[in-house]
Every structure is written in structure tokens, then in C-alpha cells.
């Protein structure tokens, strides 16, 4: 039987989103799923996943149920829904039991087109009779990964969502993630009965991101110059990985005049949710998290993520700095890492209750990531290459390596001396007690095993302490010692090692740290780079962002929900002087334009 359009997509592109094309595969996969297909989707955050099951919902008659496990993104989702006029709401623990009886209610009499539901009321038994009694257009399962026991964050609920394919054959299910790698996909396949659905794949690339990594060397210290040089006044999160720290931090950037506030599991949930609030609602705020936030948190003018430690992995660091620029503009994904990071995350490993296999793939995890922050290659493409993605181009001109392309050095004196003092201290020391031996710093511990009297004592005078993590970091990364987290953090030999110390072999270095000249230029801050068309507009941009925030205040509304940066800036590059030429603004769909085009138009009127 032939479907029956409401609308056709590209209609609703136009007159409900206020965009005047689709991007990548978006028109691809819109079409699949009107033909009632199933798909798993994966696309980059911010790539314009929502649009892949919000427009077949307004095509399609019926209500479209969106599992989410995130209801605080629900919550904003909904409301970006009613400022575009459509008819949406949410079921889940939130609401009381008269909220959400009304709520079926009004999807078995037509009433709503999309509905999100948390994944535990998917799975009860009277949410499913309910929804037999309604017309359904599809089932878009969103964060889809969290059915893998391979994924980053594995949940068991998302396991029981097979049997909507058994209750409901006939509609259209489709799944939707960020990040997975090739083991993730098929356990999203297997688990969620998709094995007749198509796969589409978009483009990982975050061009607008530009991805810096460097050396620790006073982590707070590194971290507030590059907030004083290049974002101040800007939204962003700062990842830590311990919850001690991101109290720390938070307060150190306090007292350095930056609005800014923690968020940790140890919190308590109020005072979680507040500075969450704070952060989604207001502007300028810097969040100092763990990774307990984040995911799902919906906020497009976060203009940089910030690492003080290494994440758990490629796929967690990708989705942690997915979370800046998600509108398109100009973004930072920057961090710093030490050798200490390393070993934290072996130990990590080492500690978990994980079977065998499980931490196999965590180990190899790690080591993607560690040859990542150490390549010397693109780190774009590295990322892509991670993913599956190949790439033509020579370099990307927007991370640290393309810019600044790194500088290497025969390394293997220095890395001689080194794996002689692992050796003549039997391997049973940490990085530390060996340097200090090198450095020749005649400490307790160095006194108390006579490591005084080594040969290897005091040979390494050339290089101070930090240049010795350095060349301890990009050998412990290449294989050439390995840290035994079983004998307490000791380094130890490799089998690549013997290669190094009878000179058989030589081992280049970077050379950034050890250069103590180099200096970095001072760039130009990520979130004001090519946006406006003339720097003397700067002013009228900050009118249009002051009422825009008064009007969202008044609505109780994150001000995105009204109208994204990126539109905001297209107002005042392309200055429109009637409702006509607002309302070809990208983002000012028909709602939008009714309700907010007079009063936009005025101030862009006042400032000409």
C-alpha cells in the first residue's frame, strides 16, 4: 500500500526548521525510512541526527516514539519542538502518574507527533499495550551504543529492545549513535534486530574543531592562559578525571574571574542539576566535570572542550569533544596530558572486575589513544582513520601538527640512558626514581639502594625533569619500556628494547617539549574566527544575544532553543529588512518568524 505523505520532507526543511537544504546523507536516509526501512545511523554530534527521525515524524501519519536516556536532554529536545510548533512531549520518571496517563492519552488520540520515552518505560508492559492502541510513524532509538558490551557506556536495559520488532513488525525502527567502532555496530545489529536495515555511515570530520594537544607542564596554569588568550566570556567544559581535581580547578578559575562551577557524581543531585541548569541556560559558563557529564547535553555554542588528563579512549575523546561547536562555528578541542595519565588509565585496567577479554580491548583502546596523542601525523586524520574513514587530503590546517608541524630528533642517546637505568636497578622502580637518578638528585629513597653509586648516576644532567617525562612518555607510547602495573608502577624492559641499547636500532623523538625555545603563537580566539563579515558588527551581535538571553529567561528556556549563534550571526552579516528576508535567515522556520521576526528586525533596524 502506497504511504500517504503529510508533507514532503523538503518542505518541512523549509517552512518548520527553516533550512533551506539537507546535509550529507540526511535526504538518503529520510527517504529510507519513509519507505518504512529500518537503519542504524551514524552520525557525528552535531551532525543533524534529530532531523533524521523529526522530519519522517511530521511526513508520516502517527506518533514517532524517541527512546533517550537522558532527561534533561529530553526536556530541552521538547521544548525546541513546541517553539517550532509541533507537537511533542515526554514520558518519563519526571512526570506523576495523572501527567503521564494524559500523556498516552493524547498520543491513542493523534494528538502528538513525536514523544521521547526513557529506555525503562519502553521496557514496561503497559507502555507497550498502550502504544498498541496508537498509530505509530517509527521507534528511533537515540545513543544506540549503550546496547554493546563493547561500547563506552554499556546499559542492560538497551539489551530488552529487540522485542519491538517482534510486537511491532510493520514500523520503521532506526538507531542512532555518535560513536561506535566496527564490534559496536554488529552487537547494535544483533541486539536491536536490525540485520534488514541499512547501515549509513556520514563523515566523522568536525572541521570547524580545531585539536591541540601538548605536554603537562603546570596544567592550571596552561590551562588558564589558553582561556585568557583565546575564550573569554565563552562556554565550555574542562574534563578532569578525578573528582578532587574538578573541585580544585573549578576554584582555581574562580578566583581568576571565570564563571565557573563543578560537576561530579559525589555532588549532590540538586546541586548537580543546578550547575547543569546554570550551564545549559546562561552564557559564559565553564563547567569543570568529570565525564558524569556531558552526554546528551544539547548546548550548540560550546566553544571549547578542555582536557586537563587523558580520556579512557579514542572513542571517549571523541565524544567528549564532539560536545564544542555544534553549531558549525569555530571551536577548541584542547588538552594536556603526562605520562602519569598513562599509568592511571593502565592501572584503571589492571583493577577492573573485567574478564580477560574485556580488558584486552581495553589495553588495545589505550594504545590507540596513546599513539594518537603522539603521532606526528594530522590528528584529523588519525581520528577518521580510527574510525574507518579515509582521507585524500595531505593535512587538515586546523589541529597543532598541520599548524605547527611537529619536529623530531635522533632520540637514542637519551633513550640509552634511559633503559641502562631501568636495567641497572633491576626494573623495579617508577619513572620518577629513575629520573631522579639520572638527574643525579641524591634523595632517601636514591641513597637508601645505593642507586648513588650507578654508573647511570647523574648522566642525565643535559635534560631537566620535565624534558625526562618527555622522553619516558614517547617510550613507554612506542613500546620501548612498558610501566608493570602488577609490581606497583614499575618500568620495565620491553622486547623492542635491546634493539635501542646495543645501538642497533635508533629512536626519533619529538622534539617540542625538549626545544625549551619554542614558543607558540598566540592565536586568535576559536570562537570569534571568520564569523562575522565586519569586525565593527561585533556590537550589534551582543544586542542580538542580550535579548535573546531575556527572552529565554522569560520563557525559562536555554537561549538556543530560540535561535542558535550561527543564526544569530547570519542576522547580522546579512543585516534582513523585512519578514521576508528574515524569514530566509537559515534556523527561522514559520513558527520562529511569527513569533520573534518584529521584534529581531527592529533591533537590526536600530543599529543601521
Not at 45 to 55: A, D, E, R, V
Not at 172 to 197: C, F, M, S
Not at 285 to 302: E, Q, R
Not at 370 to 382: A, D, F, K, S
Amino acid at each position: 500500500m502506497a504511504i500517504v505523505l503529510q508533507q514532503k520532507p523538503i518542505e518541512i526543511l523549509h517552512s518548520v526548521f527553516g533550512y533551506s537544504s539537507f546535509r550529507d546523507k540526511q535526504a538518503e536516509i529520510i527517504d529510507h525510512i519513509i519507505n518504512g526501512q529500518d537503519a542504524l545511523i551514524l552520525m557525528p554530534t552535531g551532525g543533524g541526527k534529530s532531523l533524521c527521525y523529526q522530519i519522517p515524524a511530521l511526513c508520516l501519519p502517527g506518533v514517532a516514539v524517541i527512546v533517550s536516556p537522558l532527561i534533561a536532554l529530553m526536556q530541552d529536545q521538547v521544548e525546541s519542538m513546541k517553539q517550532l510548533g509541533i507537537r511533542a512531549s515526554v514520558l518519563n520518571s519526571t512526570l506523576s502518574s495523572s501527567e503521564s496517563s494524559k500523556v498516552e492519552e493524547k498520543m491513542r488520540n493523534g494528538e502528538l507527533d513525536i514523544v521521547y520515552v526513557s529506555p525503562e518505560r519502553l521496557n514496561t508492559e503497559s507502555f507497550l499495550d498502550n502504544i498498541e492502541q496508537c498509530e505509530l510513524s517509527l521507534f528511533a532509538i537515540d545513543e544506540a551504543h549503550c546496547v554493546s558490551q563493547w561500547g563506552h557506556d554499556f546499559r542492560p536495559e538497551y539489551t530488552e529492545f529487540s522485542k519491538l520488532k517482534e510486537r511491532f513488525p510493520s514500523i520503521p525502527r532506526i538507531a542512532l549513535t555518535a560513536t561506535a567502532d566496527e564490534l559496536t555496530r554488529q552487537d547494535i545489529v544483533k541486539h536491536l534486530g536490525l540485520e534488514n536495515g541499512r547501515i549509513f555511515i556520514s563523515s566523522f570530520d568536525r572541521p570547524n574543531i580545531n585539536y591541540r594537544i601538548m605536554a603537562k607542564d603546570n596544567e592550571k596554569k596552561q590551562l588558564l592562559t589558553f582561556l585568557n588568550d583565546e575564550h573569554k566570556g565563552d562556554s565550555g567544559i574542562v574534563y578532569c578525571i578525578s573528582r578532587n581535581k574538578v573541585m580544585e580547578v573549578a576554584k582555581y578559575l574562580k578566583e581568576h574571574g571565570y564563571n565557573a562551577w563543578p560537576y561530579h557524581a559525589g555532588l549532590n543531585k540538586d546541586k548537580r542539576t543546578k550547575n547543569q541548569d546554570r550551564f545549559i541556560k546562561d552564557e559564559g559558563i565553564v563547567m569543570v566535570a568529570t565525564i558524569a557529564f556531558g552526554m546528551g547535553i544539547n548546548k550548540p555554542d560550546v566553544r571549547f572542550v578542555a582536557h586537563l588528563d587523558l580520556p579512557k579512549s579514542v572513542e571517549s575523546y571523541y565524544q567528549e569533544t564532539g560536545r564544542a561547536g555544534r553549531d558549525g562555528l569555530p571551536s577548541d578541542a584542547w588538552m594536556v596530558y603526562g605520562i602519569e595519565d598513562i599509568v592511571k588509565l593502565q592501572q584503571f585496567i589492571v583493577r577492573s572486575n573485567a574478564d580477560k577479554e574485556h580488558k584486552m580491548l581495553e589495553y588495545q583502546k589505550l594504545d590507540a589513544l596513546i599513539g594518537y596523542v603522539e603521532t606526528v601525523r594530522c590528528r584529523r586524520q588519525v581520528l577518521l582513520e580510527y574510525f574507518g574513514e579515509k582521507s585524500e587530503a595531505k593535512g587538515c590546517d586546523n589541529c597543532d601538527t598541520c599548524l605547527e608541524p611537529v619536529k623530531t630528533f635522533d632520540g637514542t642517546v637519551a633513550v640509552q640512558k634511559a633503559l641502562s637505568c631501568i636495567f641497572r636497578t633491576g626494573q623495579m622502580f617508577g619513572i620518577t626514581h629513575i629520573i631522579n637518578i639520572l638527574l643525579g638528585k641524591e634523595d632517601e629513597k636514591v641513597k637508601r639502594f645505593n642507586h648513588n653509586n650507578l654508573s647511570t648516576f647523574g648522566i642525565g644532567k643535559e635534560y631537566d625533569k620535565s624534558q625526562w617525562k618527555s622522553v619516558f612518555r614517547q617510550i613507554i607510547a612506542s613500546g620501548t619500556a612498558v610501566v608493570d602495573m602488577e609490581s606497583y608502577g614499575a618500568v620495565k624492559l620491553s622486547a623492542n628494547s635491546n634493539k635501542i641499547l646495543r645501538g642497533e636500532e635508533k629512536i626519533y623523538l619529538r622534539s617540542d617539549v625538549m626545544d625549551r625555545k619554542s614558543k607558540k603563537e598566540k592565536k586568535v580566539a576559536a570562537g570569534k574566527r571568520s564569523v562575522l563579515t565586519n569586525t565593527e558588527d561585533e556590537a550589534l551581535f551582543q544586542k542580538l544575544k542580550a535579548f535573546r538571553l531575556s527572552l529565554a529567561q522569560e520563557q525559562k528556556i536555554p537561549p538556543f532553543i530560540i535561535f542558535h549563534d550561527s543564526t544569530l550571526i547570519e542576522m547580522v552579516n546579512k543585516k534582513p529588512e523585512n519578514l521576508e528576508e528574515f524569514g530566509c535567515i537559515s534556523g527561522v522556520g514559520k513558527n520562529k518568524l511569527d513569533r520573534y521576526g518584529k521584534s529581531f528586525l527592529e533591533i537590526i533596524k536600530e543599529s543601521n
